[in-house]
């Protein structure tokens, strides 16, 4: 079966630099690595969205309804693999516009 490979398909074969953004459309966008993370179990308050918040440049940013593939894997990059894994987050002011979790 062709292009078929043991390795995983779903992360980049390369990341991209810091000067650059996951689209280069968010150019505004900042960069960053996130230090701390705090995950909404409920939205609060009541009736805004739920929010995964990350550390990032000295203040915290949010991202809106994140998915469980997300919080998952944020959550194993500061739980149990933060000697390995950092979360790199590209934000505009308050808000997430994306993030990457990777090697250090």
């Avoid at 701390?36 to 939205?43: A, D, Q, T």
């Avoid at 500061?78 to 308050?94: A, I």
Wanted: hydrophobic share 35%; with cysteine.
């Amino acid at each position: 079966m062709e292009g078929s490979s043991s390795e995983s398909t779903t992360a980049p074969k390369e990341l991209p630099s810091s000067a650059e953004s996951p689209k280069s459309s968010e150019a505004a966008a900042n960069i960053g690595v996130a230090i701390r993370y705090w995950l909404e179990l409920e939205p609060y308050p009541p009736g805004s969205a739920r929010s995964l918040w990350l550390f990032v440049d000295d203040d915290w940013r949010h991202l809106d309804n994140p998915n469980v593939s997300t919080q998952v894997s944020v959550q194993e990059a500061f739980c149990e693999c933060s000697q390995r894994l950092e979360v790199l987050v590209w934000y505009s002011g308050d808000a997430i516009k994306g993030l990457v979790v990777k090697t250090k």
